[in-house]
C-alpha cells in the first residue's frame, strides 16, 4: 500500500474526549474513527490488524472442529422469551416491538439446531461465526474496550453428555490460550460470575492492564486467578491487578436446552437435552488491547503476527519505488511511505506511531543497501533486500 | 470437510412455505436456514460461498484502488437528519430513539470523511466494506432475494470534479460486470430510478431469471437496457424479461457532500463539495441468483468460482479416506462423504442437490483409479488422483 493514497493520514493530537490510552493512539495512527460513544469504524489499518485476528482465530477453532458460519442479528422476541432473556436481558438488549438486536447467540443457535432433528451420532457439533455484536452500554468509553457494538467470534458446541462437554471445554480453553499466546498476550485465565449468561461461575480470559475495568487476583506461575467481584478480598494472598477481559467461555449444561426443548436422539431412541456450552472472544477489544500493552511515547508496537504491515518502507530522495515494488513481486507485506510532501522526521515519526515491526528506509545515502531497525529496538542495519521475505 | 460431521444433514422436502426455488434448492442442500421472514443463516456450506464471492469482489474492488474497511450498524440520527432521510427513509430504516440500523452508509461515510479535512491531494478517494444492511421490508419473500437483514458490499467514491467521478463509475462499472462474470452470471447494465437514494437515473445490474421481481427491457447485443419502472412501456422494441437485480451504482455529484458540508481544499485554498458516488452488490442475494439460474431437477450445479467444494468425493464400500487424505495434503478442496449409515443412493443424490462442480467415487469397481464426473455432464471416466488439483 503507498502511504499518500492511504485513507486517513495520522494526526498530532488525541481526541480533546479520549482517556484511554488505545483510543489515544489507535485514533492518532488511523486504524479506529469514533462514529458515536461506543461505536467505531475500523478503517483501512485497524480492519487489517482484526483480519488477522480473526485468522489466527479462524485457524484454532478449525482445529478443534468447529464449523464456520454466520447468523442474524435481528431476532424474533419469542425465541428469547423461551428463555426468558427477553425480559432478563432487557437493560443491555437493544429491543424493538417484536425484534432485538444480538447481543449474543445462545437462543438462536439452539433455535437452529433443534429444527435439525439430532441424533448422537450428529454429536458433538461445534459451529461459530465472526459476528457484530450490539449492547446498550450506559458506560461505552474506554477506546473500544467497551462498545454499544463491537466484533465478536462466538462458538457454541453441543454434546450428548457432561463429561464430553467438559471434554471440549477444556478443549475450547487450551485453543482460547494459544490464541491470545499468538496474538502477543499473556492470558490468565479467571474464575468469575455469569452476568446475564448463568447463575453458575464461569471463566474469563483476562489480560494484566491498568486500563482494563476488571480487578484480579492471580497466581503468576499457575496463570490462574479469580475476578474480585465473585470474592470480594484477597482471600489467598494472590497477585491483585486491573485487567482486561479479552474472552469468556460458559459450560451451561442442559440449562437452555431444557427451557428451548432442544433435544437429540440418544442409542436407545429416547429424546434427551443436549449438553450446551459458548465460547466468546471480542476481537476489536483484542486490538485495544494489544495497542495498550505493547506502545511507547512514539506509538505502537505490533506483534508480528497482528501487524497491519510488516514491514514499513520510508523512501526519502525520492527513492523507494523499485525496492517497493520488488517486495511486492516477492509477496512481502510492506506499507510504502512514498509521500513527496512530508519531512524526513515527519515520516518517521509516522512509522513510529503506526508501528509495524519492521522499518525499512531507502535514501540517497543507503546505496544499493536497505536501511532496516526493528520497531521494538534502537539499533539499524544495512541489509540486502533477498534477506526480507 | 468430512461430510459425516457437517452440520445440517440434507432435507428431502422443501419447507412448507417455500415459493422461490432458491428458498427450496438452498434450504434443502443445507447452504441456508430461514430464522424469520427475510432472515437467514448462512449455514457452513452457504457461509463458504458468500466467503468465494466476497473473495472476488475484494480483488476487483482493489483493483480499482478500494480501500477495504469496516463501518458500524448502529447510526446516530442526528447525522441522518442533515440530509433528511432519517425522514425520508423511514418506511425502510429501522429506527429506535435517537440510533436507526444502516440500509446504507453514505451519511456515514461522508461523516468520516470531513473529519479528516481532505485536500484535492488526498483524492480521489474510494473505500468499501463487506457489512450487513437492514431494510424493513413489508414484502421479505423470494427467498434470500429480499431480505430484513442481508449482506452487500458497498463502496464509495469522492472526487474532486464531476469528470474525475464519472471516470471512476464507468471503471467500476466494468469492475462490477468482471464481478459478475466470475460468478457465472450475464449482467446487463440497466438504467433505472434512484429510489430512497437519488431523484436522478441511476444504473442497475440485473440477471434474466424468472424468479426476479423486475421487468427489463434490454437489448442482447449491447447487453444494456431499462427498467420497466422508468418507462411503462417497452420504447424500443427491446427484450421484455423478468429479471433480478444483483448491484447498483450511483453517480450523486455533489448533492449530499452540500447537504453535509463535506468539502476539500482545492490547489487554490478554497473549500468546494467532494463529488461523491456508491456502489452496491449484495453477496447473499448473488448466491440465490447463481442457484436459480444454475440448477436442474436433482438440485443446483455451482460454478466453479463460487462452489463450496470443487470436489464431492463420495466413498463406498469403505473406501475413499486414503483419496481424502492424498487430496487434502495436496491442498485441493474436498467434501469427503464419508457416511456409513446411508446408501449409495442416498450420496449420490446428495452429491446432485448440494452441487459441486466435479463427483469423485472411490469404490470396490474404481480400483486404484478414481471415477470422475462433472455435475453438468452425465459421462463419468477414470482417473489418476495425480491429475486432480
Redesign the interface.
Known sequence: MRQS?????TVKNAPRDAVALNHKLLVRAGYI?Q??AG??????L??RV?QKINQIIREEMDAI?G??????????KKIWDETGRWDSAAEIM?Q?KDVG?AFTHEE?VL??VR??NLSY??LP?A?Y?FS?K?RNEARASGGIFRG??F?MKDLYSLHTAEKDLMDFYEKCKQAYLKIFQRVGLEAIVVEASGGVFTTNHTHEFQVVCDAGEDTIYYDRKTKTGINKEIVGENNKNLIEAKAVEVGNIFPFGTYYSEKMNVNFTDEDGQQKPVYFGSYGIGQTRLMGVVAEVFHDDAGIIWPESVAPYKYHLIGLNGKGDDVYKKLLEKGVEVLFDDRT?VSAGQKFADADLIGCPYRLVVSDKTGDKIELKKRSSQETELISIDVLR
Chains 1, 2 share one sequence.
Open positions: 493514497q492511504l485513507f486517513p493520514k474513527d462514529l458515536m461505536s467505531w469504524t475500523l478503517l483501512p485497524g480492519w482484526v472442529g464449523q464456520e458460519m454466520l447468523m442474524p442479528l435481528l431476532h424474533p437493544y424493538m438486536l438462536i433455535d437452529l429444527k435439525n451420532r450428529d457439533l459451529v461465526h457484530i450490539f454499544r457494538e466484533l510532501d
